[in-house]
T-cell receptor, first 114, second 109 residues
Framework: DAGITQSPRHKVTETGTPVTLRCHQTENHRYMYWYRQDPGHGLRLIHYSYGVKDTDKGEVSDGYSVSRSKTEDFLLTLESATSSQTSVYFC?????????????FGEGSWLTVV | GQQLNQSPQSMFIQEGEDVSMNCTSSSIFNTWLWYKQDPGEGPVLLIALYKAGELTSNGRLTAQFGITRKDSFLNISASIPSDVGIYFCAGRGNNDMRFGAGTRLTVKP
């Protein structure tokens, strides 16, 4: 357990509405990530953060924005949700050990845009 | 980015059988990670590999980091019904991380 909590776990929203997903971590990890998982595509990186107020785009960042005002929280926002953003969203953190870096995932947020 | 080549896509086995799956890439990685994902849950880390040639076990699971740093395999010995799920690999380079599409494992009692 890497101390990652995602909320909400499930949400149904209408096309054109804004949606914010929250990722909360309790272990002061510097790096946090947002992925989406879709059949046939696997996990794809949306945005990531390497510190407070430091974020960068991943491979599928269009239509998404992020913010990290505190170490423990990384927010993913869909400004105007579209049906193509129906997906499962996973937050992840990078944990450093003596051996190397390991990625741990949250439990996921299931988003349906109708 | 291009995802990893993971095979097989799915496996149907009898309880007690051994399972083997692998991932390959055209790129070199510094770390190989193997995860299991159950329906409605997030991926759970099974094994992490950090050195080329490294062979690591976690109970009935064994994984190896290929010598070329471009591949890895995961073996499950004496499968049990709770092994059912999707297993996927991840390779981490200097600047990116890529994922396999997953192997869906079904275990028949």
């Amino acid at each position: 357990d890497a101390g990652i909590t995602q909320s909400p776990r499930h949400k149904v929203t209408e096309t054109g509405t804004p949606v914010t997903l929250r990722c909360h971590q309790t272990e002061n990890h510097r790096y946090m990530y947002w992925y989406r998982q879709d059949p046939g595509h696997g996990l794809r990186l949306i945005h990531y953060s390497y510190g407070v107020k430091d974020t960068d785009k991943g491979e599928v960042s269009d239509g998404y924005s992020v913010s990290r005002s505190k170490t423990e929280d990384f927010l993913l926002t869909l400004e105007s949700a579209t049906s193509s953003q129906t997906s499962v969203y996973f937050c992840a953190i990078s944990a450093q050990s003596n051996s190397g870096n390991t990625i741990y995932f949250g439990e996921g947020s299931w988003l349906t845009v109708v | 980015g291009q995802q990893l080549n993971q095979s097989p896509q799915s496996m149907f086995i009898q309880e007690g059988e051994d399972v083997s799956m692998n991932c390959t890439s055209s790129s070199i990685f510094n770390t190989w990670l193997w995860y299991k994902q159950d329906p409605g849950e997030g991926p759970v880390l099974l094994i992490a590999l950090y050195k080329a040639g490294e062979l690591t076990s976690n109970g009935r699971l064994t994984a190896q980091f290929g010598i070329t740093r471009k591949d890895s395999f995961l073996n499950i010995s004496a499968s049990i019904p709770s092994d059912v799920g999707i297993y996927f690999c991840a390779g981490r380079g200097n600047n990116d991380m890529r994922f396999g599409a997953g192997t869906r494992l079904t275990v028949k009692p």
